[in-house]
């Protein structure tokens, strides 16, 4: 008979975080709320990234294992903030948090799961290029005839089936709400995004939508995987949560199902990504699939001013839907809103160029004032206006890194030897090599397929004769060098070190070839593209193994370049960004131009039933970007095409605000308005001057080229 023993556990040493001196009441009030489902109404500007994080440490603090956190986010940079501040307040407890976006979460659990769904744990991650060409053979695998008939491109085709995926929608329902233009093609859509899937199955492919179905359906499906998953996740926490779409709450959902400890933090006023999919009704639902969730506010502010946060207040007091809620201030009062009436775009855009420069002279840095717009057409005479008085700068805009031909190039390289089943990866990669064509292509993949899978690799020579075999010239040079360096990449240790493995795909072989010479021979930029390419090697050299590297570059977000004009200094131009890139960001002054109806709210949103809510919330978010000054304007004519003049209809969202009142010259309400007079310079020179002066005939150095 066995001998029980009681091994007694040395009591854990609490964090010794002082939640007091580091939080108001809200904050407090969250943060030591009992576990269980609980919802966070966090309003602009309220510290809802510093409440969350404490009650992630507070959860630890009260005997959680960091292991068994969730931490769910929406980019990778709100991601490493989250996971940085809970280091700070944990320590190395924060490590083993799994915390990241939803995609991330997903793959790291797909990864130990994914055969009991039918893939292999080495499945590749598609690209929006790689999603286009899988759809692309997916139409022929379903024999449609595209001449017969209009039909989708594969870009579109991609978009629709992302669509279906995330708001868990029937693809031909999707069709008729976003692409009625091909209604008649409904059946045919659907059996080219029936084919997408299957083509993907049997080629170990997931792309992004996948990794979210697919956990999904682990969590629905495979009970005893679920269980283990479920009991693991004991405190699930997620920021953001007013943008996620439908399939995103059920996974919250499903991850919190045996627990039931979800903490779920958003604002429903800022869910502004309809056109993703994003579902407001996850939050303002959320008490009805927990009917014992606690529903906790964050209100008071600590970006704006008490007169900008009164006019935020009242717009979204106008809403049909949502939680009533009202935003409070931190700061002492600053100056009511401006709203500023212009003759046309172009007296809208002198405005803005002209108070820009009055703000710099008042001491106010040019990184400090954005102006913020609903299309990014709304900007075009801003910006040249802006050229013309020497403003410099920036549009909030993003080249992909990792979309740029040469990088993803390399990438191929590493996944089809990570992945010998990823055909597409394959062809990018051979067809690098001169003188390979189709038939030499299909020829290579299978016997390296098979080759790479069974291992053998340990001598070439035999598999090289064999491909070699009647081919010409320059295809048998192309396979050689080929084959050779994937043998070479697929070595253990290589595939330890994915920055060497980068390295060798730009320099093998050493003497001019390798990548480096085809990028020599085939463009101009040769130096920009191998500097990005080294750039990739010392990125890639900070991950430990090949999977790690590809998995994190599949989830990446872009690298964002901008487009700048002007000044050399970075830190010393305007901002210009539409509203939805502008999300999350604040600047001192704020310009809201072209606030028309049609334009803001714009036309193609209030063809939808609740388009004008989102309009509103969008609204809503950029009036609450401006921490000191709001300037909103809007043109009163405009233009069309045969050189008529159109009367423009002021936006609703400023319409309906109760108009400002003036007693004893001052200005009580919402906002006041400034009404632009037209002045001469030279006669507002002449105003200003004193008894006795006069104006000089020239300007300094004006006559220097006098005869």
Known sequence: MARTYQLKTRPKSRLQIRYQDHLNDEQRRIVAAKKGPLLVLAGAGTGKTRTLTYRVAKMIDDGIDPAGIVLLTFTNRAAAQMIERCEELVGGHASRILGGTFHHVANVLLRKHAEAIGYKSNFTILDRDDCREVMGAAIVDADIQIKKGRFPKPDLLVDLASMAVNTETPVREVVVKRAPRFFQQADNIAAACRAYIERKVAMNLMDFDDLLMNL?????????????????????????????????????????????????????????????????????????????????????????????????????????????????????????????????????????????????????????????????????????????????????????????????????????????????????????????????????????????????????????????????????????????????????????????????????????????????????????????????????????????????????????????????????KVTLSSVHQAKGLEWSRVFLPWLTDGRFPSDLALRDVDGDEEERRLFYVAVTRAKDELFLTYPQVHRTRDLSQTLLRRSRFVDELPPPEEEDGQTFGLYEVWQIQEVDPLLAELDELGPGETLPLFGPGDDEDLP
């Open 216 to 572: 999904r359906v682990l969590l629905e499906e495979i009970p005893q995987i679920a269980k283990h998953i479920q009991t693991n996740a004991q405190a699930v926490f997620v920021d953001e949560y007013q943008d996620t779409n439908k399939l995103q709450g059920t996974l919250v959902d499903l991850l919190a199902g045996h627990h039931q400890n979800v903490t779920v933090v958003g604002d429903d006023a800022q869910c502004i990504y309809g056109f993703r999919g994003a579902e407001v009704k996850n939050m303002l639902e959320f008490k009805a699939r927990y009917p014992d969730a606690e529903i906790l506010p964050l209100t008071l502010n600590y970006r704006s001013t008490p007169e900008i946060l009164e006019l935020a207040n009242a717009s979204l007091a106008k809403s049909r839907v949502g939680f009533n809620k009202r935003l409070r201030t931190h700061r002492p009062a600053g100056a009511l809103p401006a709203v500023v009436p212009c003759r046309d775009v172009e007296m809208q855009a002198e405005f803005v160029a002209q108070r820009t420069l009055e703000l710099r002279d008042e001491g106010v840095p040019l990184s400090e004032v954005a102006v913020l717009y609903r299309a990014h057409s709304h900007s075009m005479e801003i910006q040249v206006e802006f050229q013309k008085r020497g403003i410099p700068f920036i549009v909030r805009s993003g080249l992909r890194f990792f979309e740029q031909a040469h990088i993803k190039d390399i990438v191929a390289v590493l996944k089809a030897v990570f992945n010998p089943e990823d055909e597409l990866s394959f062809r990018r990669a051979i067809k690098l090599q001169e003188g390979i064509g189709n038939a030499t292509c299909d020829q290579v993949f299978r016997a390296m397929t098979d080759a790479m899978i069974v291992g053998d690799h340990q001598n070439p020579q035999t598999l090289l004769a064999a491909l070699t075999d009647g081919a010409g010239k320059r295809a048998k040079r192309g396979v050689e060098t080929f084959v050779r360096l994937m043998f070479a990449l697929k070595q253990p240790s290589m595939q330890r070190a994915p920055g060497d493995m980068v390295r060798l795909v730009l320099d093998d072989p050493p003497a001019g070839g390798g990548y480096r010479g085809y990028l020599k021979q085939h463009f101009k930029n040769d130096k920009d593209r191998i500097d990005d390419i080294e750039q990739l090697a010392d990125y890639a050299g900070t991950f430990g193994t090949l999977e790690e590297f590809l998995s994190e570059i599949s989830l990446l977000q872009n690298f964002a370049a901008e487009d700048v004009e002007g000044a050399d200094d970075p830190d010393e």
